[in-house]
Structure formats: structure tokens, C-alpha cells
């Protein structure tokens, strides 16, 4: 696991390499959160966010400074998509009531709190959708540990179950298990995905086991609703994980402490398959 978030890695390089922004447009408190389109999301996704790459999304929020500045985008899928099939009834749920936040990233001239600002006006505007649970996860392999659905009081759930990555030969680059379903859909499935695994382990690539991801949900329905989901999942709650102050150390649970971040970004990959 990183020892540093991916998306802190990539701000700290970004604000090195260009210097500090205009200070008109780090104003927090004037940014303003609201729905965006998919085109303005992908323009920060693709730059800053690790896995690198666009969901098959529903809908998507922007923080905005200066009334036009994008600085940072939430992506969400809604009816489906990487919450899992099985999770919203495991809430008593089903799937148009659960929005699952696939990708998230901020600018690196965007000040403190602007990734917590961003995804606290992004609920509240979920609930007026009428959707009654936020799914999210902090992908270790990112060096995420979750720190902004801690300081926005999600619930962490503990670690989902393993999945299965691909390494790129070249890069060393790793890929989530969608990479297969990814090629086959470019090719407008002409190739099962089956048949595109095995053309990308043809291609060098390496298959192994992912790191169990951290999950986090926020309830968004109210009262009773609200109170009948928290205990459908009384006992899965778990203390947030905390990165130790020494980074080499590797993760551990503490308590009354929160942490964490998001995931190595998928732009780089040269083997065309």
C-alpha cells in the first residue's frame, strides 16, 4: 500500500511543478456545489483520480470557485453499477435508492476542505433525489484509508471481500477487475470477457488478489427509514482505520481516531489489446 494517498501525491507534484493558484479562486467558503455534467467530470477524473478512468455514471457534482472554476467533481453510479448487485437489499434497499460514489477527485490548488464540502453538499442534494444510501470505498492499494468519509461521518463497515487485478506488464500499473469487461466493451463486445482476460495475460499482464477495500455508507434516509437501516447494519460497524504516524507501519483500527484517501491511475497503459 502507498504510504501516501495517490491523489495527495498527485496535488503535492501538480502544486510543485505550477506554484500556488490565484488566491481569488481558493475561497472555500464562496464555492459553490452543484450537479455537473459528465464532460467536466472526466477532465478531473482522468487527471487526478487513480484508477483514472470514467464509470458508466449517473449523475456527477462539482465544487466551483469564482462561479465557473472546477475545483474538484463526485461521480456517482445510481441503479446499479460497483456497490455490488446484493448490497441494497442487504439495507432493505433496492437499487434506484443507493447511489454508489465511484470516483472523486480535487484539483491541486483547491484548498483544505474542499473534498469534505464537496461530498457533505453532494448528500444533501442525493436525499432531495430521494435516494436513502451513499455507498463508497477506500481503496488501500491507493494508500486510501477513507479520511474524507470520516470527517463527513460516514459509517465504515470493515473491508469488503477480495477481488481479482491485473498488473501491467510495463508500467507495473494495477488494474481493478472491470479491465477485462472494459476491453470487451470497446470492442462493442465482439469479444467476451473471458476471451479479453485472457488476450490481456497473453499480453503479459498478471492476475492477482486485491487488497479488501474499506467500505463506508451514509444513511441518508430520515427517521424511522433512516433508523431501520442503521440497524440492519448494527453489527458490521467498525472503528475507522487510522494511518499509523509512522507510514512505513501498515494500517491499523484505533478507536476514537479517523483517517485516509483514493487509488494508481489507468492512463498510461501502452499494451493495446
Same mark, same amino acid.
Given at each position: 500500500m502507498l504510504s501516501k494517498a495517490w491523489q495527495r501525491q498527485i496535488r503535492d507534484s501538480k502544486a510543485k511543478e505550477m506554484g500556488n493558484y490565484e488566491e481569488s479562486s481558493r475561497d472555500l467558503a464562496n464555492a459553490v456545489v452543484r450537479t455537473c455534467s459528465r464532460s467536466i467530470a472526466k477532465k478531473v477524473i482522468l487527471e487526478y483520480e487513480w484508477l483514472g478512468t470514467m464509470?458508466?455514471?449517473?449523475?456527477?457534482?462539482?465544487?466551483?470557485?469564482?462561479g465557473w472554476n472546477c475545483g474538484g467533481v463526485a461521480v456517482f453510479c445510481i441503479g446499479g453499477g460497483g456497490g455490488g448487485v446484493n448490497?441494497?437489499?442487504?439495507?432493505?434497499?433496492?437499487?434506484?435508492?443507493?447511489?454508489?460514489?465511484?470516483?472523486?477527485?480535487?484539483?491541486?490548488?483547491?484548498?483544505?476542505?474542499?473534498?469534505?464540502?464537496?461530498?457533505?453538499?453532494?448528500?444533501?442534494?442525493?436525499?432531495?433525489r430521494g435516494l436513502k444510501l451513499a455507498i463508497a470505498y477506500a481503496d488501500t492499494d491507493a494508500g486510501e484509508i477513507g479520511t474524507v468519509y470520516q470527517s463527513t461521518n460516514w459509517l465504515c463497515i470493515g473491508r469488503g471481500a477480495k477481488t481479482k487485478q491485473m498488473i501491467h506488464p510495463v508500467t507495473g500499473r494495477i488494474y481493478d477487475q472491470k479491465l477485462s469487461y472494459d476491453r470487451a466493451r470497446q470492442t462493442k463486445f465482439?469479444?467476451?470477457?473471458?476471451q479479453a482476460r485472457r488476450l490481456l495475460l497473453e499480453h503479459g499482464f498478471i492476475e492477482q488478489d486485491s487488497n479488501p477495500k474499506w467500505r463506508y455508507i451514509y444513511i441518508l434516509a430520515k427517521g424511522e427509514e433512516g433508523a #431501520?437501516?442503521?440497524?440492519?447494519?448494527?453489527?458490521?460497524?467498525?472503528?475507522?482505520?487510522?494511518?499509523?504516524?509512522? #507510514?512505513?507501519?501498515?494500517?491499523?483500527? /484505533?478507536?476514537?481516531?479517523?483517517?485516509?484517501?483514493?487509488?494508481?491511475? /489507468?492512463?498510461?497503459?501502452?499494451?493495446?489489446?
Open positions: 464509470p458508466m455514471s449517473s449523475w456527477h457534482t462539482g465544487i466551483f470557485f469564482d448490497m441494497p437489499k442487504q439495507f432493505g434497499l433496492v437499487s434506484g435508492q443507493v447511489a454508489y460514489l465511484a470516483r472523486g477527485a480535487c484539483a491541486y490548488w483547491t484548498p483544505t476542505g474542499t473534498a469534505s464540502k464537496l461530498i457533505g453538499h453532494s448528500l444533501r442534494m442525493a436525499r432531495t465482439s469479444r467476451t470477457r473471458s #431501520s437501516i442503521r440497524a440492519r447494519i448494527a453489527d458490521l460497524i467498525v472503528p475507522y482505520p487510522k494511518r499509523l504516524k509512522d #507510514s512505513s507501519e501498515p494500517l491499523d483500527i /484505533l478507536s476514537r481516531e479517523g483517517g485516509a484517501t483514493p487509488t494508481q491511475p /489507468l492512463q498510461s497503459l501502452s499494451v493495446k489489446v
